[in-house]
């Protein structure tokens, strides 16, 4: 039965059962007017109870009571017929990248709504494979750009170590040079990515000392700032320890610290909080400088994206630092929101579940 027909039933059910309400009572008011005129009481009959107000009785008790309970009934049969509506909006809300896989439930009745699930499905499908097909691109791409780059890497070191180069080429190959190894970075960076994607990353779980990374991150950020004369600031509370992969969250924090040293500004601040809150370590970095509108905000975690074009000329960088930071944060369960307040310092929260105590 379609959506539409369905609702046309419990319309007419609903308006047939006030119907019968009303023909109830209209049939008791009478029998009991025509009982009494039959007893040779018409006309006391027609004294006390006059036309009108026999008319008010029926409104009254026989009207009211059946729009009442025809909303009640009403209201009931359409939440009934509206809920497949319901259901398929909370399915749609929950799906991302993470859940293409799980089809969207079927009422299996053949209605509007079950043929609007099927076509969400084949969408997901399409969507699916697409960004499997993506990933698998970016796995070969980066695989086969490696060896080349490679080679290109050692002849340029050969050429820069040569006897007989003069220094103009010795010049000329220390500035391809530093290309290549940033087009390695950013293959290295994809190719990482493109494995997170796919749970290809091996991660190790030991209890990791989270203050103690927080304080070499807060030594690496002065030495990353040299020249801009940025402040660093720490606040560390009591020991916070985590579960997890030493090297990718040490990984993780010197993305965030480079992010906050990058955009920053010269005599800055950049402010280092670590606390414990619910069962969580959270730290929060928060930094001043380049700002991004609230509305980027959502942004800033999508491989390349950097913002405002005016500064990728000046300020270097591929825009996959926060794409890996999240990748990592994930696979420890965790949390990683990014702020733009409204004194203008960036902030981005990592939260990430403690270590379970034995």
Same mark, same amino acid.
């Given at each position: 039965m379609t959506?539409?027909?369905?609702?046309?039933?419990?319309?007419?059910?609903?308006?047939?059962?006030?119907?019968?309400?009303?023909?109830?009572?209209?049939?008791?008011?009478?029998?009991?007017?025509?009982?009494?005129?039959?007893?040779?009481?018409?006309?006391d009959a027609r004294e006390n109870h006059p036309p009108l107000e026999e008319a008010l009785e029926i409104v009254v008790y026989g009207g009211l009571p059946a729009i009442?309970?025809?909303?009640?009934?009403?209201?009931?049969?359409?939440?009934?017929a509206f809920q497949p509506i319901e259901n398929l909006i909370e399915a749609l809300e929950n799906t991302d990248v993470s859940n293409l896989s799980a089809p969207v439930p079927r009422?299996?009745?053949?209605?509007?709504?079950?043929?609007?699930?099927?076509?969400?499905?084949?969408?997901?499908?399409?969507?699916?494979?697409?960004f499997a097909r993506v990933r698998e691109f970016t796995l070969n791409a980066s695989h086969e750009l490696?060896?080349?780059?490679?080679?290109?890497?050692?002849?340029?070191?050969?050429?820069?170590?040569?006897?007989?180069?003069?220094?103009?080429?010795?010049?000329?190959?220390?500035?391809?040079?530093?290309?290549?190894?940033?087009?390695?970075?950013?293959?290295?960076?994809?190719?990482?990515?493109?494995?997170?994607?796919?749970?290809?990353? $091996?991660?190790? !779980?030991?209890? @990791?000392?989270? #203050?103690?990374?927080?304080? &070499?991150?807060?030594?690496?950020?002065?030495?990353?700032?040299?020249g801009k004369n940025l402040t660093v600031s720490v606040s560390l509370g009591e020991p916070v320890v985590v579960s997890g992969d030493r090297m990718r969250l040490r990984q993780l924090l010197l993305n965030l610290g480079d992010n906050a040293v990058k955009y920053n500004e010269d005599g800055g601040e950049i402010e280092l909080t670590l606390h414990e809150k619910d069962g969580e370590a959270i730290l929060t970095i928060c930094n001043t400088g380049v700002s991004l509108s609230p509305e980027l905000n959502t942004r800033v975690f999508e491989p390349f994206f950097r913002g405002d074009s005016a500064h990728n000329s000046v300020i270097e960088g591929s825009?996959?630092?926060? $794409?890996?930071? !999240?990748?990592? @944060?994930?696979? #420890?369960?965790?949390?990683? &929101?990014?702020?733009?307040?409204?004194?203008?310092?960036?902030?981005?929260?990592?939260?990430?579940?403690?270590?379970?105590?034995?």
């Open positions: 959506l539409r027909r369905r609702i046309l039933l419990y319309y007419s059910l609903t308006l047939s059962f006030s119907l019968v309400v009303v023909a109830y009572w209209s049939w008791y008011e009478l029998t009991e007017q025509h009982n009494e005129m039959r007893q040779g009481f018409a006309l009442l309970l025809g909303i009640l009934i009403g209201g009931f049969l359409m939440r009934r009422n299996g009745n053949g209605d509007e709504l079950d043929r609007m699930a099927a076509v969400f499905n084949r969408m997901k499908e399409r969507l699916e494979l697409s490696k060896t080349p780059l490679t080679i290109m890497h050692s002849t340029l070191e050969q050429t820069i170590t040569r006897a007989d180069a003069t220094e103009h080429e010795r010049e000329d190959a220390v500035a391809l040079l530093e290309e290549v190894q940033r087009l390695s970075t950013i293959v290295g960076q994809l190719s990482f990515l493109a494995r997170a994607d796919v749970g290809l990353v $091996s991660f190790s !779980r030991e209890k @990791v000392a989270l #203050h103690d990374l927080v304080k &070499d991150l807060a030594e690496e950020i002065a030495i990353l700032a040299t825009g996959l630092g926060l $794409s890996i930071a !999240r990748s990592i @944060v994930e696979a #420890h369960s965790g949390r990683l &929101d990014f702020e733009t307040l409204a004194d203008g310092h960036t902030c981005v929260t990592l939260s990430l579940p403690l270590a379970v105590q034995q």
